[in-house]
């Protein structure tokens, strides 16, 4: 089983940039496909991006593709969430997220680890 802590979340004004970092430990990070998800109040949870054990292949949700990057280090063991051209639509608590088996996956129920999450709020 991986631990994973979410930071970097915080108040921005649309337009701006956050960046989010997840530590994992336990057992090495590069184990494991590692995703952000999202949540806003009374939504469900969703996908926001996956990447890869190598971090050869990344996937993104359409309403984030151009603004957002996930990468990660496996010599620190994190993951990292780079939010460029904020809207007031991504604030939410950003959770990240562990599978340890198959490759980049969109749903929520395929990852078995999951951080406590980080808010991010934007405003108009």
């Known amino acids: 089983q991986v631990q994973l802590v979410e930071s970097g979340g915080g108040l921005v004004q649309a337009g701006g940039s956050l960046r989010l970092s997840c530590a994992a430990s336990g057992r090495t990070s590069s184990s494991y496909v590692m995703g952000w998800f999202r949540q806003a109040p009374g939504k469900e949870r969703e996908f926001v991006a996956a990447?890869?054990?190598?971090?050869?292949?990344?996937l993104y949700a359409d309403s984030v593709k151009g603004r957002f990057t996930i990468s990660r280090d496996n010599a620190k063991n994190t993951v990292s969430l780079q939010m460029n051209s904020l809207k007031p639509e991504d604030t939410a608590v950003y959770y990240c997220?562990?599978?340890?088996?198959?490759?980049?996956?969109?749903?929520?129920?395929?990852?078995?680890?999951w951080g406590q999450g980080t808010q991010v709020t934007v405003s108009s």
């Open positions: 997220a562990a599978k340890n088996y198959g490759s980049t996956n969109s749903l929520p129920q395929a990852y078995s680890s």
């Open positions: 990447i890869n054990r190598s971090g050869s292949n990344t």
